[in-house]
């Protein structure tokens, strides 16, 4: 007999337990959308239509139709998509940063820096930029910054004064490799970096929206965004009387200011209006929150092995969480909710143009580490 892949996926009612099986195929889950011949105003119907039915499919790892009683069904190539533009972006981050003198400080940067990961910020930038009608090369400056400040981040996130781990994407981390100091160095060139990058190397853009690109970036990880978060989260450790709200505002700046970031910088860049990057900026939160308790699922029911990064430690560190507030099929039904929200905030773009960030959406929601 033919051996089978199961993948979960998520329905309205489904609390994640769903699952669906399909002979020697590895299946990705994937919203999928109608697109064929129909005219403009009828795909919009049918795109809210479908958002709000909240249908979630799961197509194979190769391009295939899925049949429904009033048509054929063409799906992204999600797994292509993300390779190709990763592969993309790494090129880019890889040129961006060279080893020169210093050595050390250029080796630290690009040892966290091109150590993988999913490019999940980046390849949204991308797919914003490209959904509001700009070029996807006026995109790559600023999809690097979002991944260098990322890298940052996750360097000082690691050290010993802050979450004290040792692992990170399946490596020892940084300051396990170079020494505590070198390590808030490398994070500290990278952040500096970021803005320089965005300013110096994107080109074909008004200067007026490349300082705006720059101004929403700055403000996701300052005392705004990504810092604001980190010191309530740092301050909220061990305590009883965390409740959700304080947990959702660690999280809108901590998690999701620098995913808001990557979305909003991409729309910027690609000469969206201000109407298409508000409806871009709630989506981001959205999925900028969704990141979060997926995060949060993922580090009470994965092992270190799965995730690449060290399970259990925010149990360990008694923080506030969403399965510690909420209990672990809440949190999932949470997260179903932020689901169809983001969804909801793509309705009336560009019916083929918004597939890679619905499908970027459902690959936050759905993956496994």
Known sequence: MSSMNVVTWV?????WNQTIT???QTLVPFLAIPISSLTNQQRRRKLVSSFSSFKLYAILTNVVKVKTKEETIPNINFNAYMLEKANIVNKALDEAIVLKEPVKIHEAMRYSLL???KRVRPILCIAACKLVGGKEETAIPSACAVEMIHTMSLIHDDLPCMDNDDLRRGKPTNHKVYGEDVAVLAGDALLSFAFEHVAVSTTGVPPEKVVKA??????SVGKEGLVAGQIVDLES???SNVGLKTLEFIHLRKTAALLEASVVMGAIIGGGSEDEIGKLRKFARCIGLL??????ILDVTKSSEELGKTAGKDLAADKATYPKLLGLEKSKEFAEKLIKDAHDCLIGFDYEKVAPLLALTNYIAYRQN
């Open 22 to 24: 399909t002979k020697n």
């Open 291 to 296: 990141f979060q308790v997926v995060d949060d």
């Open 214 to 219: 720059i101004a929403e970036l700055a403000k």
């Open 237 to 239: 450790e061990g305590l």
């Open 115 to 117: 150590a993988g990961g």
């Open 11 to 15: 329905g309205p009612n489904s609390k």
